[in-house]
């Protein structure tokens, strides 16, 4: 018989959510309908699972159902903030195109702990789970959180701040393990990249920079890429020159998930940065080289 990973009915929020920073700064730019929003999100979070599938399509689904006055923009704008404010995971998103965090994790392990589980099979997961005598739950999932350490130290800071509420969700949308993937991370980050082309003459390169580049059929593995969300990332910091978003697509493998992009993107200060695009090209030819 399937273990069934079943959600929780209701989910506790503090007296105080609604005076949070993140909270504040949502309703002083979106009004009252962007606590409203928050709370859907929460809401589908915690009926869908610790983590939800998020992308483009998506937010406009979400956007609709949450009524004709809500626009897709204004739903990632708030997301965005609470990326911010770490009541969401950033790196999670952008590695993996869902909506979690440590928090969400937390709560969910607190209300499932008696139910028959299997820990280690258990995708994306960030925390260490805990026995009631609070030991980890078994050896599998303590190795899964030493081999995670790695890349949670280079996160912002934001990403353990100001995170007061709790979220409990069912994990029934667990599918293929991203844990698996953390132990390739280095490996991936050090493979040299194929050449996307033989050498060409100046004219030629002129034609490929003015135009975009062909996508290949494995960039859209959703597995292996995050490609939409790569491409999405660089439209909302700007980056739009058709030249540099050629040459951060062929750097990064046209968004595979584990790879330096992910990492500069999640870890840098853009709003010190003036040529975004030349910028993160540098950087992406810098990890490159080693």
């Not at 709370?39 to 983590?51: A, P, Q, R, V």
């Not at 390169?205 to 990332?233: Q, V």
Request: charged letters at 30%.
């Amino acid at each position: 018989m399937a273990i069934a990973y079943d959600g929780i009915n209701y989910f506790p929020i503090g007296v105080n959510f609604m005076e949070e920073n993140a909270m504040e700064v949502i309703e002083a730019k979106y009004g009252i309908k962007g606590s409203a929003i928050v709370l859907k999100l929460l809401c589908k979070i915690y009926k869908e699972g610790y983590f939800i599938r998020w992308d483009e399509e998506q937010c406009l689904i979400f956007a609709n159902k949450a009524g004709r006055e809500v626009q897709a923009a204004e739903v990632q704008g708030i997301i965005e903030i609470l990326f911010i404010k770490g009541i969401l995971d950033r790196n999670s998103y952008l590695e993996n195109g869902i909506l979690t965090s440590e928090s969400i994790q937390k709560v969910w392990l607190e209300a499932t702990k008696r139910r028959k589980r299997e820990l280690s099979e258990l995708p994306y997961l960030m925390v260490r789970p805990e026995k009631e005598n609070g030991k980890p739950d078994n050896a599998s999932t303590q190795q899964e959180i030493e081999q995670l350490k790695p890349l949670k130290e280079g996160k912002a800071s934001a990403d353990t701040g100001n995170v007061v509420h709790h979220v409990a969700v069912n994990a029934k949308n667990a599918c293929n393990s991203g844990q698996s993937k953390v132990k390739e991370n280095k490996a991936e980050e050090n493979k040299e990249f194929p050449p996307s082309a033989p050498p060409k003459g100046k004219e030629e390169e002129r034609k490929e920079d003015s135009a975009s580049l062909p996508i290949p059929g494995y960039a859209f593995n959703t597995m292996t890429h995050n490609y939409p969300g790569l491409t999405d990332t660089l439209k909302r910091l700007g980056i739009n020159e058709v030249s540099e978003v050629n040459a951060i697509l062929r750097l990064s493998d046209y968004g595979r998930k584990g790879t330096t992009v992910w990492r500069l993107i999640a870890n840098t200060c853009w709003s010190d940065i003036g040529s975004k695009g030349r910028y993160l090209i540098a950087a992406l030819n810098k990890a490159k080289r080693k």
